[in-house]
C-alpha cells in the first residue's frame, strides 16, 4: 500500500558512496549520462516536480544542476532500480559505484 519511494546515497567516507560516471561536482542526469548510470523511473528530488530516468556523476541527485547530494523519489511502479554500465572505464574515470538506502 505505498504510494511511493525515496532513495538516499549511503553514509561514506571513502570510496564516496555514490560515484558513477559523470562530471566532478555536479550531478549529471537523462542525456549527460551516456555511458554508465542508474535508473530511477520519473525521479525527482524533494520539494520539486522536474523528473529525471538516468542519474550518473558524483553524488544521488535528480536535477543536472545540484552539487551535493538530494534524495531521489518515485511514484513509478513498480518500484525499481536499474542499472547500466559498460565496459569502456579507463583508469581516470570516475566510477567507484554506489550504496543507495
Known amino acids: 500500500g505505498f504510494c511511493g519511494v525515496c532513495y538516499s546515497q549511503c553514509t561514506s567516507a571513502a570510496p564516496p558512496a555514490f560515484q558513477i560516471s559523470g562530471e566532478a561536482g555536479t550531478a ?7 555511458t554508465d ?7 525527482y ?3 520539486t ?24 523519489c518515485s511514484t513509478s511502479k513498480p518500484f525499481e532500480v536499474r542499472v547500466h554500465t559498460d565496459n569502456f572505464e579507463a583508469e581516470t574515470d570516475l566510477s567507484d559505484g554506489f550504496c543507495l538506502n
Open 49 to 72: 516536480t522536474k523528473t529525471t530516468d538516468r542519474i550518473c556523476g558524483p553524488f544521488l541527485a535528480a536535477d543536472g544542476e545540484d552539487t551535493s547530494e538530494i534524495p531521489v
Open 45 to 47: 528530488g524533494q520539494g
Open 37 to 43: 548510470w542508474i535508473t530511477i523511473p520519473s525521479g
Open 28 to 34: 549529471s542526469v537523462d542525456t549527460d549520462c551516456t
